[in-house]
């Protein structure tokens, strides 16, 4: 490809949805202006039966009132994230994308 001696390349983004169980909410004195008005739940990953899979727990935000112990859908789109927010340069990265029934 010809483009005057610059090289453009396009990063791929990896994206995934994850299956978590609600652990906390995540309650900031100070948060970036973006988040105002969004709940922010801890989020620990699990397999399909319920087990956690290891690793630390998460912040997502909460779009659906999601309840303490409550099985979720989080999708970790920073880009649809920053949508949800309206804020291109807000840290969001993780977003409650439906609540499972149990």
């Not at 609600?22 to 801890?42: E, K, Q, Y």
């Not at 956690?52 to 303490?68: E, K, N, Q, R, Y």
Request: glycine letters at 12%; proline letters at 4%; aromatic letters at 6%.
């Amino acid at each position: 490809m010809c483009d005057g001696g610059k090289s453009s390349y396009r990063v791929a983004r990896l994206v995934a949805m994850l299956l978590c169980r609600i652990v906390g909410r995540a309650v900031a004195t100070h948060s970036h202006p973006s988040l105002d008005g969004f709940s922010m739940m801890l989020c620990q990953q699990e397999d399909a039966e319920g087990t956690a899979t290891g690793g630390p727990p998460f912040v997502a935000i909460d779009l659906f009132g999601a309840g303490m112990h409550q099985r979720v859908f989080v999708s970790t789109d920073g880009i649809g994230a920053r949508g949800i927010v309206e804020d291109e340069q807000s840290p969001v990265r993780n977003f409650i994308q439906g609540v499972l029934d149990d």
